[in-house]
């Protein structure tokens, strides 16, 4: 039995994976450095509204995802 392949909309690019796939690893299959930065925090996974989402929200044909910079992650004023 196949799996059924679902497409996907990552900052504009279609990229196709496996129905019920977590954002992160729709993000993985667009751009393996960018899951990276998933990963260690630097960039947040919005939807197509722009709110934040969770790495492992779970993937359905026609979702659109894009990926943001995570500004609380940013580096510490040097000046505190």
Do not use: C, K, Y
Not at 17 to 24: D, H, K, L, M, W
């Amino acid at each position: 039995m196949s799996t059924r392949m679902v497409r996907v909309f990552v900052n504009g690019s279609g990229v196709d994976v496996p129905a019920g796939s977590a954002a992160v690893d729709a993000v993985r299959a667009w751009n393996a450095d960018a899951a990276g930065e998933i990963s260690n925090g630097t960039r947040l996974i919005t939807d197509s509204r722009g709110l934040p989402i969770a790495a492992a929200t779970p993937m359905s044909a026609g979702s659109i995802i894009r990926l943001v910079a995570n500004r609380s992650a940013a580096a510490p004023d040097p000046e505190q």
